[in-house]
């Protein structure tokens, strides 16, 4: 079971460059979700899919985009890059959007390192 | 601003002491989770617990969650060196279970 794989793991851009974090999970989860963490901070979130079919804006959506191509794969995608994006991009999955069942418990993947020239 | 705030921010204890980070957060929540996260690595969940709960145990670890205060504690006891990293909480919120919101987190360090 490899559970969340995010690719790739390093990237280097330009400014102005587009780019697409690929993130799929084998864990038949329902909801996917894309966060940023920035040196000595905690995560924020950018972007999460309840389920199939839908995206909603996270605290941070700004230069991002993303689609939720099947159940198990989520990208997101930098259409023109900014040095401010420069961060560590987690995926992650949980089973459901149910709290009181604490079916949304995230599992993370291992992480994309991105950076912005 | 962020749903969670954690404080402290850097804790540093001798092996075998306890410690205790807190967390507070904003809005409503539907429950709340505290994950590890060790250095440059992801993050792993450790426990999580309902609104409608109070206190909940897992081994060397005990959460607290007071919701008139907003607020929730992570205790952990007899502390290890394994137990260094980095710990933050995470809300889903009442208004939306599926959007989960992250804390500023506290850096733990375990001195042998």
Redesign the interface.
């Known amino acids: 079971n490899a559970g969340v794989t995010q690719t790739p793991k390093f990237q280097v851009l330009k400014t102005g460059q587009s780019m697409t974090l690929q993130c799929a999970q084998d864990m038949n989860h329902n909801s996917m979700y894309w966060y940023r963490q920035d040196p000595g901070m905690g995560l924020r979130l950018i972007y999460y899919s309840a389920s199939e079919g839908t995206t909603d804006k996270g605290e941070v959506p700004n230069g991002y985009n993303v689609s939720r191509l099947n159940k198990r794969e989520f990208s997101l995608r930098l259409e023109s890059a900014a040095p401010s994006q420069t961060s560590v991009y987690f995926c992650a999955s949980s089973e459901a959007s149910s709290g009181l069942s604490g079916a949304n418990v995230l599992t993370f993947g291992a992480g994309s390192r991105l950076t912005v020239l | 601003s ?1 749903q ?1 705030e ?1 404080d402290p921010q850097a804790l540093s204890i001798q092996e075998g002491e306890n410690a205790t980070m807190n967390c507070s957060y904003k809005t409503s ?3 709340l ?1 505290w ?1 590890r996260q060790n250095s440059g ?5 450790l426990i ?1 617990i ?3 709960e109070r206190e909940k145990h897992s081994g060397r670890l005990r959460v607290t969650l007071d919701t008139s205060k907003k607020s929730s504690s992570l205790l952990i006891t007899a502390s290890r060196a394994a137990d260094t990293a980095s710990y ?1 909480c ?1 809300t ?1 919120l ?1 208004s ?10 506290t850096r733990l360090s375990i001195r042998p």
Do not use: D, M, P, T
């Open positions: 962020q969670g954690e929540i539907n429950n989770q994950y690595r992801g993050l792993v969940h999580l309902r609104s409608n933050f995470a889903a009442y939306s279970a599926s959007k989960i919101i992250f804390g500023s987190g």
